[in-house]
């Protein structure tokens, strides 16, 4: 049985830090891309960065460049997000996502709520 589960989620004040985790389970980790996106209230889902199955090519969207980092751990079959100096701009329900590089297989989260308010 395939399990995407994220954790890390919590509410905090604008400028501070956390840190999502997303630990799998149910498939082969390696073999899948790995992705964060995110929905806020009233909007569309938008991709927040990704780590490919080699796990040296990133992508992030320009809102977070430079303030969150994706990793992976292969032996823990986990993926992070580290979410630096956050804003209001920042909240909304964060998901999982993996993606085969071999196959067309694709897997999510249920995801965890990030919310930055003073």
């Known amino acids: 049985q395939v399990q995407l589960v994220e954790s890390g989620g919590g509410l905090v004040q604008p400028g501070e830090s956390l840190r999502l985790s997303c630990t799998t389970s149910?498939?082969?980790?390696?073999?899948?891309?790995m992705s964060w996106y995110r929905q806020a209230v009233g909007k569309e889902r938008e991709l927040v960065a990704r780590?490919?199955?080699?796990?040296?090519?990133?992508t992030y969207a320009d809102s977070v460049q430079g303030r969150f980092t994706i990793s992976r751990d292969n032996a823990k079959n986990t993926v992070y997000l580290q979410m630096n100096t956050l804003t209001p701009e920042d909240t909304a329900v964060y998901s999982c996502?993996?993606?085969?590089?071999?196959?067309?297989?694709?897997?999510w989260g249920q995801g965890t709520q990030v919310t930055v308010s003073s």
């Open positions: 780590i490919l199955s080699s796990g040296n090519i990133y």
């Open positions: 149910g498939f082969t980790f390696s073999n899948f891309h």
């Open positions: 996502n993996a993606q085969g590089s071999v196959t067309v297989q694709t897997y």
